[in-house]
Nanobody, 121 residues
């Protein structure tokens, strides 16, 4: 079992910045991915950014809509992932969910409770 605790959401004006944090605890295998997904009202949950563990290459992946504005990083000894969000736009408004994916067979996903990000125009 993996538990995820998120923080850092809030209200910000367009063009502003926020930094989200997510700390994972529990049974953490060395090969895994962590990331951020978001869901706006009435819309599907979508990938924002992911990053694999050092053992899995430390590779990042971003949605096209956030490339150049958001940066995902992780502190591997602390099993913590961050999302630095700059140049925020109203369309970034959503509930942001932290995700932890194991590379076990079968793989398994764990989710945080979500943190609200609201960008005003």
């Amino acid at each position: 079992q993996v538990q995820l605790v998120e923080s850092g959401g809030g209200l910000v004006q367009a063009g502003g910045s926020l930094r989200l944090s997510c700390a994972a605890s529990g049974s953490i295998f060395s090969r895994n991915a962590m990331g951020w997904y978001r869901q706006a009202p009435g819309k599907q949950r979508e990938l924002v950014a992911t990053i694999t563990s050092v053992a899995s290459g430390g590779n990042t992946n971003y949605a096209d809509s956030v490339k150049g504005r958001f940066t995902i990083s992780r502190d591997n000894p602390k099993n913590t992932v961050y999302l630095q969000m700059n140049s925020l736009k109203p369309e970034d408004t959503a509930v942001y969910y932290c995700n932890h994916r194991t590379f076990t067979i079968p793989p398994r996903d764990y989710w945080g409770q979500g943190t609200q990000v609201t960008v005003s125009s």
